[in-house]
């Protein structure tokens, strides 16, 4: 495997997309593990900073309709 951008030698994959990058091209981004609904019914979710983002993908801040599948 080689970096996405620039075909040298991988440190990471994206934590998105799974796109190979080396130390150069990796990024970070803050993603949730999970959500739940904790006491008093309040939504709740459990993150993590700076995980690698290649930089290229998109991850979305909403989820998407997807009617098709119906
Ligand atoms: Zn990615």
Redesign the pocket.
């Known amino acids: 495997m080689k970096c996405w951008h620039c075909e040298e030698e991988p440190r990471a994959s994206?934590a998105?997309?799974g796109?190979f990058v080396c130390k150069d091209h990796a990024a970070t981004m803050s993603t949730f593990i999970t959500m739940f609904v904790g006491a008093n019914n309040t939504p709740k979710g459990l993150a993590v900073a700076n995980v690698i983002?290649?930089g290229?993908?998109e991850p979305q801040p909403e989820p998407i309709s997807m009617p098709e599948l119906y």
């Open positions: 994206c998105f997309c796109r983002w290649c290229e993908c």
